[in-house]
Structure formats: structure tokens, C-alpha cells
């Protein structure tokens, strides 16, 4: 079964720390691997997508990974801000007609100040 | 340039009544879909569609049609709603099937069912 599981489920730090969102995946055929940011009441906004072929992309102060051999990814963000409040959701895309794709549930992380 | 504009933004049926959820983009998207989302679960697709005339089920399509006559628009329709239709609804675009296509959301429609 295509799953993405995504971990911790909520994570709070302090604003200025940096942090690691973890998502690991079963999605196959794999296409490609792309992390949404989601503010409280809004729609998902792209960060980053990588392909197979990608190990790292970075977004500003986003830095995303992906190790395909083991169907990993991690969203490290550097020098969090307040701003940086938000769930953040790991998605595969099917390599397949139609494009779709397949959510994780979410990280919520909440920075204080 | 709107992007994907989904209205209303909030509503409240009673159970049995029917609804449509619209949803247009203004980007020349072929590919549109609309998802739901649930606490503790990533969205999950309910129908998509490749192209004007073209729809398919997603994972989730029981009790939801869509029907897609225009390029830019892709209502959903709640035929009688029911409690477990309860969520908040998002719609997508993309350009296309390539592998970097990027999809954008609409801001969201949040149905309460009683």
C-alpha cells in the first residue's frame, strides 16, 4: 500500500533553532518527493520537489533531503522564525498518469518566541 | 492572477441537503483535483480531472460528483450530505503530468454537516 508517514506528529522549538521534520515512504512507482507548507486556515504551498536523481534542495532557510534507497526525506529548517509556524506535509508524487499524489499527515511545528 | 479560488470558504448543511463546492483557476491548468482533509490524516483524493470532459475517482469518491465542462472550473457536488462528509476541502492545479509540475491549493473549504 503507497503510505507516507511522517514524523514527530508536533514539535515545538524555540524561535532562532533549528529543527529536522522526518518522512519515510512506500510509495511505488516513485516520481518525485516534495514538502508543502501549510499556515493554520490555509491550502498547502510548495517548498521544495526532488527527483529520484536529487539528494538535497534547498528553499531559503528550508533544506530538504532524500535518500531513495531507503525511502527517506527530512525538511531541515535553519534558524527558525515565527513565521515558520505551520504543518508540514511530506507528498510522493505516483509516477503514473494523472499525477497523483500521496500526503503524509502533517508535522505541526510551533516556534516560540 | 487569482490562482486557485475555492468558494464558499465555510458552510454548514444539514444532513441530506446537497451542495456544490466551486473551485476554478484562472492558470490554463489541465490537471485539477479536489482533496479532503482530516485531522490526523494527509488528504486524500476524492476526483481529479486531466482535461475539459475528463474526470476520474480518486481514493475516496463515494457520495461526492464532479464534472468538469471548462478548463478553468471543477465543482464538487455533495448529492446528500451526511456527517462523515464533514471536512475541509481543498482543490488543486497543475499544469500538467510532467515530473516537476508543481500543484497549487486553493485556500480551502470548511463543511460542518449536522
Known amino acids: 500500500k503507497n503510505q507516507v508517514e511522517q514524523s514527530p506528529q508536533s514539535l515545538i522549538i524555540l524561535e532562532g533553532k533549528n529543527c529536522t521534520l522526518q518522512?519515510?515512504?512506500?510509495?511505488?512507482?516513485?516520481?518525485?518527493l516534495r514538502w508543502y507548507k501549510q499556515d493554520t486556515g490555509r491550502g498547502p504551498v510548495s517548498l521544495t520537489i526532488?527527483?529520484?536523481?536529487?539528494n538535497t534542495k534547498s528553499n531559503g532557510r528550508y533544506t530538504a533531503t532524500l535518500d531513495a534507497d531507503t525511502k527517506q526525506s527530512s525538511l531541515h529548517i535553519t534558524a527558525s522564525q515565527l513565521s515558520d509556524s505551520a504543518s508540514y506535509i511530506c507528498v510522493v508524487r505516483l509516477a503514473q498518469g494523472g499525477n497523483k499524489l500521496v500526503f503524509g499527515a502533517g508535522t505541526i511545528l510551533r516556534v516560540k518566541s | 492572477n487569482a490562482g486557485v479560488t475555492q468558494t464558499p470558504k465555510f458552510q454548514v448543511l444539514k444532513t441530506g441537503q446537497s451542495m456544490t463546492l466551486q473551485c476554478a483557476q484562472d492558470m490554463n491548468h489541465e490537471y485539477m483535483s479536489w482533496y479532503r482533509q482530516d485531522p490526523g490524516m494527509g488528504l486524500r483524493l476524492i476526483h481529479y480531472?486531466?482535461?475539459?470532459?475528463?474526470?476520474d475517482q480518486g481514493e475516496v469518491p463515494n457520495g461526492y460528483n464532479v464534472s468538469r465542462s471548462t478548463t478553468e472550473d471543477f465543482p464538487l457536488r455533495l448529492l446528500s450530505a451526511a456527517p462523515s462528509q464533514t471536512s475541509v476541502y481543498f482543490c488543486a492545479s497543475s499544469s500538467g503530468g510532467g515530473e516537476g509540475t508543481e500543484a497549487f491549493f486553493g485556500q480551502g473549504t470548511r463543511l460542518t454537516v449536522v
Open positions: 480531472s486531466v482535461g475539459a470532459g475528463i474526470t
Open positions: 526532488m527527483t529520484f536523481s536529487e
Open positions: 518522512c519515510n515512504y512506500t510509495v511505488s512507482p516513485f516520481s518525485n
